[in-house]
């Protein structure tokens, strides 16, 4: 019997499979599993020493072990352990080849490392294997929209939402594409999307603010500014700085 497992990295996508089923296994697997098992506890609890260390137990009980090489890469890749991170899920495509959270996962490495063409091949690889994962979509879209493929992005942004219709990252990506295409009322209806689904994310209040100061909107846009501050008093030096980019003279 197997169980599914999945270890998230923030908004990051990963599919592990490993074994559950215990009473048919040999004792190397059960010992493995139960490493596994616990490793995912102590991620669960933010503990990312003690995750790894359980991680690399199970490895040396299993080396073929896939699971174990993918949740501690996502492990390594959350304490910035990036190559870390980049050879496990090396390892781990290398027992599974069609592991699709393996491939997500690499490329949100690699894009960190800013091999935008690497991460694009991974993200693509996963897209090949389950055309409408959401998080490979995501992730490709925003490899679009740091590239200026405006029409690209929103069109993955499009398709992610259709997978996850709450998916308020993607509403505020493609909030942001549109603005850049110049379509400010459809960039302001994905921002207040994004910000219902969200009424925590900063960033989307300050990104709705922008928009709003090119529509003339001026007193709502203080008002997005303002919501920004409440929810994260270092918005405020960001927001100064990208007013005087993007509207010299302005203020």
Not at 62 to 90: F, H, T, V, W
Not at 104 to 122: C, Y
Request: hydrophobic fraction near 40%; glycine fraction near 8%; proline fraction near 2%.
């Amino acid at each position: 019997m197997f169980g599914s497992i999945c270890r998230g990295l923030g908004a990051l996508f990963c599919v592990v499979m490993i074994l559950t089923g215990v009473a048919a296994q040999s004792p190397t697997a059960v010992s493995a599993a139960s490493y596994v098992d616990r490793g995912n506890a102590w991620y669960d609890r933010g503990e990312l020493d003690k995750a790894i260390a359980d991680y690399t137990r199970a490895i040396a009980s299993a080396p073929d072990l896939a699971a174990a090489y993918i949740n501690r890469g996502n492990a390594r890749q959350d304490k910035g352990d990036l190559e870390g991170a980049l050879s496990d899920y090396d390892r781990a495509l290398e027992l599974n080849p069609r592991d699709v959270g393996a491939h997500t996962n690499r490329g949100n490495v690699r894009q960190r490392q800013k091999d935008l063409e690497g991460a694009l091949a991974d993200y693509n690889q996963a897209l090949e294997l389950e055309p409408r994962e959401v998080k490979a979509l995501y992730n490709r879209g925003n490899i679009w929209l740091a590239t200026g493929e405006l029409d690209k992005a929103i069109a993955d942004f499009n398709l992610a939402i259709e997978g996850n219709s709450r998916y308020a990252m993607a509403y505020n990506n493609r909030g942001v594409a549109r603005q850049a295409k110049g379509d400010l009322r459809g960039a302001v209806a994905d921002l207040s999307r994004a910000i219902e689904f969200n009424p925590k994310n900063s960033r989307a209040y300050i990104n709705r603010g922008m928009v709003l100061l090119l529509q003339g909107k001026k007193a709502e846009a203080e008002k997005d500014f303002s919501r920004a501050v409440a929810l994260d008093s270092r918005m405020k030096a960001f927001i100064e700085q990208h007013l005087r980019d993007r509207f010299p003279g302005n203020r």
